[in-house]
């Protein structure tokens, strides 16, 4: 069993940047897949970035490539998001999630239902 608990969302005005932070309990973090989703108001809950169990390989959303970079720190638990040049479209609830290790492929981190543990959110407003 994994938890999630995200941090780090507020106001902040279009073009600058935030960190978000998901920290998880449990000893085998370092072995699950990680990923960020994001869901606005009235809209899906749609893929972000994820990020292999090593940190390796790493995989983002057309909409935030070259903005976003998504991290982790296996040794504290802990998986970030750098967000940069942030536009009012960023707007949403950001959502951290745990996969189990194994059964992902390079075109199936971007999938909801491939992730097993999800996080409460944390809320992004960006102004105009």
């Known amino acids: 069993q994994v938890q999630l608990a995200e941090s780090g969302g507020r106001l902040v005005q279009a073009g600058g940047s935030l960190r978000l932070s998901c920290a998880a309990s449990g000893r085998t973090f370092s072995s699950y897949a990680m990923g960020w989703f994001r869901q606005a108001p009235g809209k899906e809950r749609e893929f972000v970035g994820a990020?292999?169990?090593?940190?390796?390989?790493?995989y983002y959303a057309n909409s935030v490539k070259g903005r976003f970079t998504i991290s982790r720190d296996n040794a504290k638990n802990t998986v970030y998001l750098q967000m940069n040049s942030l536009q009012p479209e960023d707007t949403a609830l950001y959502f951290c999630?745990?996969?189990?290790?194994?059964?992902?492929?390079?075109?199936?981190?971007?999938?909801?239902?491939?992730?097993?543990?999800w996080g409460q959110g944390t809320q992004v407003t960006v102004s105009s």
């Open positions: 990020i292999s169990w090593s940190g390796g390989r790493r």
């Open positions: 999630a745990a996969g189990i290790p194994g059964k992902f492929s390079s075109n199936t981190y971007s999938r909801l239902e491939q992730y097993d543990y």
